[in-house]
């Protein structure tokens, strides 16, 4: 996968990539399939989901905004203020969402797709938290507030990111992976006593941020097929264990894997592999694996029975409600709200979407 250090980087995916995807709709029927409902729409680039207490979190990358600041690889990059975290919550009969924060750095492509801003949040105990991607300062953004929240780990509260941690500066001072010096901190996730480990999908690597606000280098995870890891989603296993999904992989030829780490240690433990590019995961009571698989449109459940698939369009984040067990994910993840144009098409704006009977 081609990085690069402007804010076009954290989807790791390129508009030409997408082309000859076919877009799944919202679909089920009455014969013990899955069945999908869509819960919230109108967001902009909805990433990683992350549930706690009966409530729904996404990040929201964004939809970038009017100061254009070049061409890159993937194309012209306009960045804004307009990432958020939303709350996504079951109230009076029926779904509702809100912005817990907004304003936060953004970047996209000038149409609103493909965006960059907060990719990563994670809630327990009522705590929410997300991570912002990195960009130097010779990219041409603003370094004064709020853009010194880029490459951080933020405590959102109170409709206010309040920066925790230098999540960035750990690939800044240390190049764990000992390749390219860049970072992207793409995911987070708090563990129950109090740490919380980062993805930087840039840097190969997890970081783990001590409770009082220290960052580290955790795990480092090793290429292969000739191309780096690209770490881009975090979920907690029911006996501790850490599960980390890459980036690197292949739709047609599928070779991204899910890692399985110690979450004292770091030390990695064995993977999972064959799967396309993933972009979110998550973990049931019972031990069953939930994938994201982002050009292969679908959302693959792994358990004791087998393999089940179920359509969704650009699917990212991947959470599961552990009193019932329902699968939550986003899907048109690379959209904005009014939708972004692939192959001479308009798609659908981002949206967040519940399965049933998965």
Known sequence: MRKRTSLVVATGVALAATVGVAPAGASGGGDGRPVVRVIASGLDNPRQLSYDEGRLYVAEAGRGGKKCIGEGPEGETCVGLTSAVTKIYWDGGAWKHRRVVKGLPSGAAPDGGFATGV???????????????????????????????????????????????????????????????????????????????????????????????????????PDHNGRESVPTSLALGPDGTLYVGELNGLTEKPTARVWRVDAWTGKILGFKSGFGPIS???????????????????????????????????????????????????????????????????????????????
């Open 119 to 221: 990719a990563g949040v994670s809630a327990r105990y009522g705590e929410v938290w997300g991570v912002e991607t990195f960009v130097p300062p010779e990219a041409g953004v603003p370094t004064h507030r709020p853009w010194n929240t880029l490459g951080k780990l933020l405590r959102i509260d109170h409709g206010t990111a309040r920066i925790a941690a230098d999540v960035s500066a750990v690939e800044l001072k240390h190049n764990p992976h000992k390749a390219n010096v860049e970072s992207n901190p793409y995911a987070v996730l708090a563990l129950p006593d109090g740490r919380k480990i980062v993805a930087d999908a840039a840097g190969n690597d997890l970081v783990e941020i001590s409770r009082s606000g220290k960052a580290r280098p955790f795990t480092v995870f």
């Open 280 to 358: 979110g995961i998550a973990v049931n009571g019972s031990g069953d694996l939930y994938v994201s698989q982002l050009f292969a449109g679908v959302v693959t459940k792994l358990s004791g029975t087998g393999r089940t698939d179920v359509k969704v369009p650009f699917p990212a984040g991947v959470a599961v409600d552990p009193h019932d067990g329902k699968v939550y994910v986003s899907a048109w993840s690379i959209a904005d709200r009014d939708g972004t144009v692939l192959d001479g098409r308009k798609t659908p704006g981002g949206q967040v979407w519940k399965i049933l009977g998965f």
